[in-house]
């Protein structure tokens, strides 16, 4: 596998040819091995990859900066990471509003990794991003009442500065809360205050910048009921309906368009917990109380995700209420390193394929969000020991077949690189 060092000359060579030269358009291009050779993809394409690749050096690091070694098998993909096909193109070009990635910044080397943020930051091929964790609880609202925008304001710039969409993420939760929280005595009125003042202090500093909040993250266990929470067994069940209600609120005295979403995983398929998100939906409609969408986190495992079918029922669901649908975390992981092999990996290529074809197949899906695109920053090998290569990039920043099977799903057409 390739280890990549970008010299600062490179890198200059690379942003120019990037910036300055027309790209080829997205119907020149067909995957890597495919009857259609490379040299039919645009040589402005080539010389940037050739570039990068020339540069690798056994020199001081420029690039990436502050990386880690990949802590899952990899795949022997296509070192073309600014090439085409250019996802975020692909999908407006079928009518939806995105293809993007949740990023983690600042703080976990992906601010200091250059060719990370010139791919991250390519509209061409991630229109939309979301903060993984800067938005939330813990991280805006450490102590009671003082609040730090800090870190959720880095993916604020850069979704304006280059032109993207900004979903934000999330407001209740019941991880990844402030200590104040987790460790406080609270009554439901006292915690009710709290979780009013942070909803409504969050929707109203950062207004329409962004397109959608997650309202509630998470609130559902498998079989359809409310899971035990801070919020949950304190307030009750009401907090659900309250939590929107003050985002409602928010939202009103802004008097911006901000959509408000309910995002959770095992929402992909039509079983309980979907039936039971349904019904509640329908609550909260019969209230009166705004909910605009539905978030499908979409983490899967290769070989075990919900086929195209129960994946295009359940988004039709979500439509049929009135509701827009984003699938807004994906990512396929393997679950046995030993897994990750030309087979393995094309059974992912489909996977992922069936997945965005989904999306791509129901009028009322609006994107899909990877939850980062490298596997270099997966949160899966953290949280799932021993498994893993779930991202779009390998960690060195080749690409998968499943990227070019995303980008053949977006086009409707038959996926070339989903068998070995």
């Given amino acids: 596998m390739l280890s990549l060092f970008v010299s600062a000359n490179a890198l200059a060579v690379l942003v120019t040819l990037a910036s300055a030269t027309p790209r080829p358009q997205w119907s020149s291009w067909s995957p890597p091995g495919s009857n259609t050779t490379a040299s039919s993809v645009s040589s402005t394409t080539t010389s940037v990859s050739s570039t990068i690749a020339s540069s690798v050096t056994s020199g001081t690091s420029v690039s990436p900066s502050g990386s880690t070694s990949p802590t899952s098998p990899s795949c022997s993909g296509y070192f073309e990471p600014l090439a085409p096909p250019y996802l975020n193109d692909l999908a407006r070009a079928a009518g939806k509003l995105w293809f993007g990635s949740a990023t983690d910044q600042p703080g976990t080397g992906e601010d200091t990794n250059i060719l990370y943020q010139e791919i991250l930051n390519d509209t061409d091929i991630f229109g939309q991003i979301t903060p993984a964790n800067d938005m939330k609880f813990f991280a805006t609202e450490p102590e009671q009442n003082v609040f730090n925008f800090t870190g959720g304001q880095v993916a604020v710039d850069i979704a304006q500065d280059h032109g993207k969409y900004l979903r934000c993420h999330n407001l209740v939760w019941v991880s990844q809360l402030a200590d104040w929280v987790t460790n406080g005595n ?21 207004g329409d910048a962004c397109y959608s909040w997650d ?9 359809g009921s409310f899971s035990s929470s801070i919020w949950y067994d304190v307030i009750g069940p009401e907090y659900f309906f309250l939590a929107y209600q003050f985002a409602q609120e928010a939202v009103e005295a802004t008097g911006k368009d901000i959509k408000l979403f309910y995002n959770d995983y095992g929402i992909e ?5 979907t039936q039971a998100l349904y019904a509640l939906i329908q609550e909260m409609q019969s209230r009166g109380i705004q909910i605009d969408g539905v978030g499908l986190e979409s983490h899967f495992e290769v070989g075990a995700t919900p086929s195209l079918e129960t994946q295009i029922a359940a988004k039709q669901g979500y439509v049929a209420l009135g509701l827009e649908v984003a699938m807004t975390e994906l990512d396929i992981r393997f679950i046995e390193a030993n897994a990750t092999n ?12 069936d997945s965005v074809s989904s999306c791509v197949q129901v009028d009322g899906c609006i994107g899909v969000t990877v939850w980062d695109f490298d596997d270099q920053y997966s949160w899966i090998p953290g949280t799932f020991p021993g ?19 995303v980008g053949e799903a977006l086009q409707s057409v038959p996926c070339s690189v989903c068998s070995a």
């Fill in 387 to 405: 498994q893993g290569a779930a991202d779009l990039y390998n960690a060195d920043f080749t690409r998968k077949p499943a990227y070019y099977a």
């Fill in 342 to 353: 030309s087979t393995g990996f094309a059974m992912q290529a489909q996977n992922y394929y």
């Fill in 215 to 223: 309202v509630v993250n998470e609130a559902l266990a498998s079989n």
């Fill in 186 to 206: 609270w009554t439901a009125e006292t915690l009710t205050a709290v979780m009013k003042n942070h909803i409504q202090t969050l929707i109203i500093h950062w």
């Fill in 269 to 273: 398929d039509t079983g309980n917990k």
